[in-house]
């Protein structure tokens, strides 16, 4: 997926996906968590999570032996408008779908992706090379 567009974000992968540079982002498209999926007690607005970011990445992460280049992003703590970023750096879940048709879905369910590692995002490759 090496893309010569200017990333959207830089990842530093912190535990289980430690690398020597940042992860460059592109952010894909919005998705939401259907909690009900896991939670069915759970009514009203809490039942859907809008906070969800797909976006590509290169490097892409290894996952036994596959190449991932598409994940979804979800904010530790506090929800986020992906839209205007307004501080630095954002704190986030790396989620590896395991749908084949990610892209063309609007809502996921808990069952349908697994937490890769955790990260944080910078606007500039400095910022992130210096977190790592």
Same mark, same amino acid.
């Given at each position: 997926?090496?893309?010569?567009?200017?990333?959207?974000?830089?990842?530093?992968?912190?535990?289980?996906?430690?690398?020597?540079?940042?992860?460059?982002?592109?952010?894909?498209?919005?998705?939401?968590?259907?909690?009900?999926?896991?939670?069915?007690?759970?009514?009203?607005?809490?039942?859907?999570?809008?906070?969800?970011?797909?976006?590509?990445?290169?490097?892409?992460? =290894?996952?036994?032996?596959?190449?991932?280049?598409?994940?979804?992003?979800?904010?530790?703590? =506090?929800?986020?408008?992906?839209?205007?970023? =307004?501080?630095?750096?954002?704190?986030?879940?790396?989620?590896?779908?395991?749908?084949?048709?990610?892209?063309?879905?609007?809502?996921?369910?808990?069952?349908?992706?697994?937490?890769?590692?955790?990260?944080?995002?910078?606007?500039?490759? =400095?910022?992130?090379?210096?977190?790592?």
């Amino acid at each position: 997926m090496t893309s010569y567009k200017q990333a959207d974000f830089y990842l530093a992968a912190t535990d289980a996906h430690r690398l020597n540079a940042p992860i460059k982002g592109w952010r894909i498209k919005r998705i939401r968590r259907d909690v009900r999926r896991s939670n069915p007690s759970t009514t009203g607005s809490a039942a859907i999570r809008d906070d969800y970011l797909l976006i590509g990445v290169d490097p892409p992460f =290894e996952v036994r032996g596959r190449e991932i280049y598409k994940v979804l992003l979800a904010a530790k703590g =506090e929800p986020i408008s992906w839209s205007s970023i =307004e501080r630095w750096p954002v704190f986030v879940y790396i989620l590896n779908p395991q749908v084949e048709d990610i892209e063309s879905r609007d809502l996921i369910g808990d069952d349908e992706f697994v937490v890769l590692d955790w990260a944080a995002l910078f606007p500039n490759i =400095e910022e992130a090379s210096e977190f790592l």
